[in-house]
C-alpha cells in the first residue's frame, strides 16, 4: 500500500492516510513500484492478472487522497503485438538461434527422435482451435512435436484438437527440414495413432527410411506397445520406453 505521509515541526515524519487501489488483490502485488509529483500518485500493480499489470493513479482533492484513473494494457492489444511479432518472424528466430546454439555446443542426437502430440484446452476458442474428441468436443487445440534422443524439440507444429495425430505427422517434419535436420535422423518412433499406410508415405517424402512404429491393437488385446515420451506429455522427454 502507498502511504501518504507529512513532516511535523521537530522533523519527524508521520502517516496520514493510505492508498489502495479499488480491486486490487494481495496478489496484485500493489506498489511494487510507486511515484509521487506534487498532487497526484501512481502505484504500480504488475501482479494483477496474468494477460497484463495495471497502474493506478490517485489525486490529492480538497476531502483527500482518492483513485482518479486505473490504466491497463487491453488484451486485443497484447494479442495483437504478438501477432505482429508472429508475422515478423521473431519467435522462429529465436526458436532457431536457440536451437542452433544448442546443437552448436552440446549436439543434437538425431540417431533416434521421438514424435507425438499433446492435446490442451482453448475454452475461448479462435483460429487453429477444434472439438476435442477426448474432452465433451469442447474446444481445445493440439501440438505435434519431434524431439531429439534425449528429448529436445526441434520441430513442431501446432492446429485444432481434431486433427489426427498422422495429419500433423508432415508439418511438424517440414518444420524440421526447415532447419536441416530431417537428414540426419537415423530412427523415429512413433506410437500406434501413426500406424497407417498415409504414415509410411509421408516418412518415404522426409527421406526417413528406419522407422519404429507400435502397432494398433486388436479390442480386448493387451499387447506390448511402444510408448514416445515427448515434449507433448507433458513430462521430461526423452527417448521411447516400453510398456505394457
Known sequence: MVGSASSTPCGAWTQVTELKGLDTVASADFDYAAAISNTTAVA??????????????????????????????????????????????????????????????????????????????????????????????????????????????????????NRNDSVLLAPTLEDAERRGLTEEIETIWLDRGYDSAATRVRLSEARIDDAVIAKKRKRGSRSSRWVCDGRSSGRTPGSPTMAS
Not at 495495471?54 to 482518492?66: L, Q, S
Not at 508475422?87 to 527422435?113: H, K
Open 44 to 161: 504500480g500493480a504488475p501482479g494483477f492478472s496474468k494477460a497484463a499489470g495495471r497502474a493506478y493513479v490517485f489525486t490529492n482533492t480538497a476531502t483527500g487522497w482518492k483513485q482518479a484513473a486505473k490504466l491497463k494494457v487491453s488484451d486485443t492489444t497484447v494479442r495483437e503485438r504478438r501477432d505482429e511479432w508472429i508475422a515478423a518472424g521473431v519467435f522462429e528466430t529465436i526458436a532457431n538461434e536457440a536451437i542452433s546454439g544448442y546443437d552448436r555446443i552440446i549436439g543434437l542426437d538425431l540417431s533416434d527422435v521421438a514424435l507425438d502430440a499433446g492435446l490442451h484446452k482453448s475454452p475461448c476458442g479462435g483460429g487453429g482451435t477444434g472439438k476435442n474428441p477426448t474432452d465433451r468436443a469442447k474446444l481445445g487445440w493440439k501440438w505435434s512435436v519431434l524431439t531429439d534422443k534425449v528429448g529436445i524439440p526441434f520441430g513442431w507444429t501446432a492446429d485444432g484438437a
